[in-house]
């Protein structure tokens, strides 16, 4: 999962996993094509030096849609990323799930489903797998791709990929303790939890990050 492209910045975010919800992510009108072999998953997964500037976009771009927002409404207390899940039907619950595990891990941000979102899913076929990927017009999203959510957990795919927007980056040699490990630790690993030092991570950021982005724009 990953890739970026200047106009079009992409945040590799490799995860996914086999059907490990016991929901196929993945019952659309078009067939998936077959999952892809261990050697080009594993390709997928090797992060670089594009990828850590990706995921810097990404997050730079969130927080500054955020941060207009609340320039726009000073009495606003939580910090709270919007999202817009239309995009990608096939994957609503595995979306769900993902919202729930981050809010329930994290107390300086918290996503909700809205309008005017902030960052939007979809879902398609793509042999890059999934990614997070920036416009490079402050706006973002999250693509989910089929193969991948067949081969690898697709809550733990599409909560890693959502870990890219609230600011964390891949470290594919990470256990699968670590949900930024992504596809690294191979696809019997299903755990979509943040570990300490993520959820740590990500509260830092939206702590000092956007309150400095918010007085920029201010």
């Excluded at 771009?61 to 955020?66: I, P, Q």
């Excluded at 726009?72 to 207390?77: D, E, L, M, T, V």
């Excluded at 609503?92 to 005017?116: H, Y």
Aim: with cysteine; charged share 15%.
């Amino acid at each position: 999962m990953r890739h970026l492209k200047n106009a079009v910045a992409t945040a590799a975010a490799g995860l996914g996993l086999v059907a490990a919800l016991g929901t196929a992510p993945v019952a659309l009108a078009a067939p998936a094509p077959a999952a892809p072999s261990a050697s080009s998953t594993i390709a997928a997964y090797n992060g670089s030096g594009e990828n850590a500037a990706a995921n810097r976009a990404f997050l730079d771009a969130v927080m500054k849609s955020v941060a207009e927002k609340r320039a726009a409404n000073p009495g606003i207390k939580a910090v709270t990323v919007t999202y817009d899940a239309s995009g990608a039907p096939s994957f609503r619950s595995q979306i769900a799930n993902s919202t729930r595990i981050w809010n329930s891990s994290v107390s300086n941000v918290q996503l909700q489903e809205g309008s005017g979102a902030d960052f939007t899913y979809r879902e398609g076929n793509d042999p890059r797998g999934s990614y997070a990927s920036t416009d490079g017009h402050g706006r973002g999203y999250i693509f989910l791709d089929y193969a991948q959510n067949q081969q690898y957990d697709s809550t733990r795919v599409t909560t890693h990929e959502t870990g890219h927007v609230l600011g964390l980056p891949d470290n594919y040699s990470g256990p699968c303790s670590e949900l930024m490990s992504g596809g690294g630790p191979g696809p019997s690993c299903t755990n979509a939890q943040p570990d300490a030092n993520e959820r740590a991570r990500v509260n830092q950021l939206w702590q000092n990050g956007l309150a400095s982005l918010a007085r920029s724009a201010s």
